[in-house]
């Protein structure tokens, strides 16, 4: 669901809740009953919720820009003393050079 904003010329601004793509483009005003005109608005993103939108921020991020790694991840460390690393089991099936 999305708001839209509209004007009654008589009562002024107003906001509308619809199905995304499907608001039309007049709507009644809750006060006089009477058409009004759909206005157009910036997106109101800062209401979005913070954690949603670090979410999809980092998300960009990792796809434009890849954390270049310096470290293996941290594992299991073997009796040797040296750090056990989980292979995909798919990967032994890929041709060899
Ligand atoms: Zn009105």
Redesign the pocket.
């Known amino acids: 669901m999305a708001t839209y904003a509209y004007r009654?010329?008589?009562?002024g601004p107003f906001d509308l809740v619809a199905a995304m793509g499907t608001a039309p483009q007049t709507g009644t005003?809750?006060?006089?009953?009477?058409p009004?005109r759909r206005v157009w608005t910036a997106p109101r993103l800062s209401t979005a919720d913070p954690r949603r939108m670090a979410l999809i921020d980092s998300t960009k991020a990792t796809a434009e820009r890849p954390e270049v790694v310096t470290a293996l991840p941290p594992g299991r460390v073997d009796r040797r003393g040296s750090v056990a690393i989980q292979r995909n089991p798919a990967l032994a099936k890929l041709p060899r050079p």
């Open positions: 009654c010329t008589t009562d005003c809750p006060r006089c009953a009477a009004a």
